[in-house]
């Protein structure tokens, strides 16, 4: 489990097909504290530690995981959002992401607003009851506040901390970006359509 909150944005240094995995090799100002067999999350993808380095870490993303997320699309020079797994003996600044994540979504816009920036994203909108306005999201690990969600689209807005410290400075209109939505509401979904 984690929290949504980034430690490091870490920078891909090299992507290696393995039969229809993918090998990830990434620096970081966390991954020689990393130890195998941990699970990090990488843009919100849980995913675990197979080899550890000086400033450098190993990951592998199999074909599942690669279906459901942009980590298809990442290549050597990318950077990705990073998050150790979260401690239960401190504060939850975030929400409860899992790492597991149901989608990608299309940024559609960005706007620059006096020293923020509202990012609106296009969605699948089979998955437009999982968002409410002001509930939670998670994009590319990023826990962050839902905005006028609607049936095809919703916004976010980025403070200027967020902006610098993660890859969102990166994102541009027509990319593609992870999300997860809140493990509440998919619990609440699966519920009510029970037969």
């Known amino acids: 489990m984690f929290t ?3 430690e490091s944005l870490g920078k891909i240094i090299s992507v ?4 229809t995995n993918k090998r990830f090799t990434i620096e970081s100002s966390i991954s020689s504290e990393l130890k195998i067999d941990q699970s990090v999350s990488h843009d919100g993808v849980c995913l675990t530690v197979v080899n550890v380095g000086d400033k450098q870490h190993e990951v592998i993303a ?3 995981t690669l279906n459901r997320s942009d980590l298809r699309r990442k290549k050597a020079g990318d950077f990705i ?5 979260m401690m239960m003996n401190g504060r939850m600044d975030g929400h409860l992401v899992q790492g597991h994540v149901d989608d990608v979504a299309r940024v559609k816009k960005i706007s620059e607003k006096d020293g923020s920036w509202i990012f609106e994203f296009g969605f699948n909108q089979k998955n437009s009851d999982l968002l409410v306005d002001k509930g939670s999201v998670c994009i590319n690990g990023v826990s962050l ?12 807005a980025i403070i200027p901390y967020t902006f610098e410290n993660t890859n969102f400075k990166f994102l541009k209109e027509g ?6 939505f809140d ?5 609440v979904q699966r519920i009510l359509k029970r037969d």
Do not use: H
Request: aromatic share 6%; no cysteine; glycine share 8%.
């Open 175 to 180: 990319e593609e970006a992870n999300i997860e």
């Open 62 to 64: 199999v074909d599942e």
């Open 145 to 156: 506040t839902v905005i006028k969600p609607s049936k095809k689209k919703f916004s976010v």
């Open 183 to 187: 493990i509440i509401g998919k619990y």
């Open 81 to 85: 959002n990073l998050e150790r797994s």
């Open 16 to 19: 290696q097909d393995e039969g």
């Open 4 to 6: 949504g909150i980034i």
